[in-house]
């Protein structure tokens, strides 16, 4: 384990040499990655969505495309097409840019919503069906989908079957200044992510993976997600709460979290840490909440306050 935990901390310091000031973010994306998740960023544009995505891809040596979600965009633009080909007299079938390692979805809320359940086949069952043929996406496979929480003219919301197929929601924000000079001094000659290396290789991400699932969780840790997750259900605030995926997205984070931390089993400080990012688009507020301001983050915060930590 010791030697899975310095190829993390080098995974994670590579990213960061070209994320710059985000490491929060690069570790949540990261557990996404290693617990087999999509990732939802909902972040105002310019903010550096693109330069995670193309990291993460040169960083583990994997294929990376890139989608621009439009209103007149098909669901075959995602999934791929079958084009005649009168040469042979038969139909070919060209595959779209869901057929990937990495696929970066930007703007997924201005997709219709026939678009939009096109890529939740993708994310939920990793194939595409296309002319009564079933496709499988060749692992590893990740969707990063990004939306601007501010404009919401022309845009279709995501509707709660699709938002709870994504494992986390980040958010980048605004960098400080010392940041965003280092960043102006980077690019004066160029994209630095262009010459980022890879260092792992697919078969270290098989290991990596599977070192996360070994990580233990304790019954007492698994009774405080569990009565996380019932809280959603029964709070004041929360119209729909979490699912049992929900509750086991955030196991699973919790265990990726524990392991980038060097520790072969999950405290109940790895559950709190990863509860809004895992829970937050999972629930759908109540019309009072929304009216007060009151966000699914302070939600979860007065779960995790109600909630006993247990004593491990």
Known sequence: MDSLSGLAQRIEANINSVVLGKPEAVRRT??????????????AP???????????SRTFALDFKRVQ??????????????????????????????FTNILLVDEINRA???????????MAEAQVTAD????????????????????????????????????MRISLGYPDIADEMSMMKSHVRGEPV???QAVAHEEQIEQ????????????KVLRYIGEIAAATRDHTGIELGASPRGSMSLMKAAQAAAFLEGSDFVTPQNVKDMAR????????????????????????????????????
């Open 208 to 219: 990596l993976k599977a070192a996360v699932r070994d990580v233990y969780v304790d019954e």
């Open 194 to 196: 262009d010459e980022l």
């Open 277 to 312: 990012p895992v829970l937050s688009h999972r629930l759908l507020l109540a019309h009072r909440a929304q009216l007060t301001g009151s966000g699914a983050n302070s939600a979860i915060e007065d779960i995790l306050d109600q909630v006993p930590v247990p004593v491990t």
């Open 30 to 43: 990261l557990i996404t990655f290693l617990c087999g998740g999509h990732l939802l960023i909902e972040d």
């Open 112 to 122: 219709t919503p026939r678009s939009q359940s096109a890529l939740l086949e993708c």
């Open 69 to 98: 979600c439009t209103p007149d965009l098909l669901p075959t633009d995602i999934t791929g097409v079958s084009i005649y080909d009168q040469k042979d007299g038969e139909f070919r079938y060209v595959p779209g840019p869901v």
């Open 132 to 167: 009564g043929k079933t496709r499988e996406l060749e692992p590893p496979f990740m969707v990063i989908a990004t939306q601007n929480p501010i404009e919401f003219s022309g845009t279709h919301p995501l509707p709660e079957a699709q938002l709870d197929r994504f494992m």
């Open 46 to 56: 310019g903010l550096g969505k693109t330069l995670l995505a193309k990291a993460f």
